[in-house]
């Protein structure tokens, strides 16, 4: 794989997203096949492994941490704070918290440095803006961090264009992570070009649309605890109207002579040098396929076919519930519900 820049770093095109082998999508896999994935990815030529304290409520920064810690100048190592598990209520039980308070920061980067097995981390996020502290604050936090050594560039993650300029002016933002693939395109509203101007990284997380864009899904199988049984667009009956979209989608990527998965990623490889997807994967052979997205070629007019198939007016249902879409700053489209 070719290479592309993320702050002081240079990266592999295609990183690895760790979170689904701790968090999100069910029950996790074993830590055996876990590790399988993660040192697969690494000797395929991965170089950037992105985590966070709020998988698994810690438990995908351990894992991070325990497996590749002897590997550790191999790679740039990415995490995120601001949103994290909290026991509020007393009782053991942990419950996700948006918290940019610069002591909570503080805390939650001393913990993710234990259970990373490091001394500092490459790129830290804040996970999401909390609006109740303003953006100035929390990303001066992160810079007390980077002058302390704990951390060496800071990224943003679901902001918009607007408050992504407002935090670079504190203190130069590395990268900016949200999604973005064909059937979520809100970055192409303003933040794409804003960190294009300001020399900011875009890292795409959810680049093959949470599966859809791999094959057909059964969502009445879904286990209890994933996370797409409350996204609007996996419910019965939007799924059955955004799969009218796959097999042309699928028609496509024979024309490109690749997988559904590798027409995903090689269209966000195609959109600009400064944008990094990181898929996510449970599996080995699904991880190896990803990583050849970076050897496929798209035509121009495949591209035009492709951005007219699967579009903001095409897709159907919103990415987030009500309650998610109110925790993230991301541009949304008007009048498209």
């Known amino acids: 794989m070719k290479n592309r820049k993320i702050g002081?770093?240079?990266?592999?095109e295609i990183g690895l997203g760790c979170m689904n082998l701790s968090h999100a999508y069910g029950a996790p896999v074993s830590e055996a096949q876990a590790e399988k994935v993660l040192l697969t990815a690494l000797?395929?030529?991965?170089?950037?492994?992105?985590?966070?304290?709020?998988?698994?409520?810690?438990?995908?920064?351990?894992?991070?941490?325990?497996?590749?810690?002897?590997?550790?100048?191999?790679?740039?190592?990415?995490?995120?704070?601001?949103?994290?598990?909290?026991?509020?209520?007393?009782?053991?039980?942990?419950?996700?918290?948006?918290?940019?308070r610069p002591e909570t920061i503080r805390k939650t980067c001393?913990?993710?440095?234990?259970?990373?097995?490091?001394?500092?981390?490459?790129?830290?996020?804040?996970?999401?803006?909390?609006?109740?502290?303003?953006?100035?604050?929390?990303?001066g936090a992160l810079s007390?961090?980077?002058?302390?050594?704990?951390?060496?560039?800071?990224?943003?993650s679901e902001v918009s264009a607007n408050t992504l300029r407002k935090a670079h002016a504190v203190?130069?933002?590395?990268?900016?992570?949200?999604?973005?693939?064909?059937?979520?395109?809100?970055?192409?509203?303003?933040?794409?070009?804003?960190?294009?101007?300001l020399g900011t990284a875009f890292v795409a997380f959810s680049p093959v649309a949470r599966g859809f864009l791999c094959g057909p899904l059964d969502i009445q199988g879904l286990d209890a605890k994933d996370i797409r049984k409350s996204m609007p667009r996996f419910t019965a009956e939007n799924y059955a109207a955004n799969?009218?979209?796959?097999?042309?989608?699928?028609?496509?990527?024979?024309?490109?002579?690749?997988s559904p998965a590798q027409l995903a990623l090689a269209w966000l490889l195609h959109k600009a040098p400064h944008i990094i997807p990181i898929p996510g994967t449970t599996r080995e052979q699904h991880l190896m396929d990803d990583l050849g997205a970076a050897q496929v070629k798209l035509s121009p007019d495949l591209v035009v076919r492709l951005e007219a198939l699967i579009n903001e007016h095409t897709v159907v249902g919103s990415r987030y519930n009500a309650q998610a879409n109110s925790e993230?700053?991301?541009?949304?489209?008007?009048?498209?519900?």
């Open 43 to 100: 000797d395929a030529g991965v170089t950037l492994f992105d985590t966070a304290a709020l998988y698994g409520f810690g438990a995908n920064e351990t894992l991070v941490g325990k497996v590749l810690k002897s590997h550790r100048q191999k790679f740039t190592l990415a995490s995120k704070c601001g949103m994290t598990g909290v026991d509020v209520n007393g009782d053991g039980k942990l419950v996700r918290v948006i918290d940019g």
């Open 243 to 258: 799969f009218k979209l796959f097999a042309p989608y699928l028609e496509l990527a024979k024309e490109a002579d690749c």
């Open 8 to 12: 002081p770093f240079q990266v592999s």
């Open 328 to 337: 993230v700053d991301t541009e949304v489209f008007e009048n498209i519900p």
């Open 144 to 156: 007390d961090l980077i002058r302390q050594g704990k951390i060496q560039s800071i990224g943003l």
């Open 171 to 197: 203190h130069p933002i590395a990268a900016v992570q949200t999604e973005y693939s064909l059937w979520t395109r809100n970055p192409e509203i303003a933040v794409l070009k804003a960190c294009e101007a």
């Open 110 to 139: 001393e913990e993710a440095l234990k259970r990373l097995q490091t001394d500092v981390i490459d790129l830290y996020y804040l996970h999401r803006w909390d609006k109740k502290v303003p953006i100035e604050d929390s990303v």
